[in-house]
């Protein structure tokens, strides 16, 4: 059963990246998640470089909930506001937008990206 669902996600997100890419002005926010944690990262695809992260693990909580995923995403707006980045396209990495994946993008807009 873990297999399916997995293989069900990887091929979901293989579609995404296919549609989506990131660039120094507009840099591709990946979501990950884990059983614990969830993690955000700003990549330039281009360069294949990592602009800013941010993930539970930085804030020092024991789990990710949907106030601390909505944290996440404030905290990577402050440091993608940093670096000068204002707009990025969301991949949110074969999950569906729902539950943790919505409030970390719900933190990022009100943090000041525009995606």
Known sequence: ?????????????????????????????????SNKNIYAQLIDDIKGHTLAAASTRELEVSNATMETCKSVGTKLAEKAKEAGIQEVVFDRGGYKYHGQVKALAEGAREGGLKF
């Open 1 to 33: 059963m873990a297999t399916k669902r997995l293989g069900r996600r990887d091929r979901i997100r293989k579609g995404i990246r296919q549609q989506l890419s990131g660039t120094p002005e507009r840099p591709r926010l990946s979501v990950f998640k």
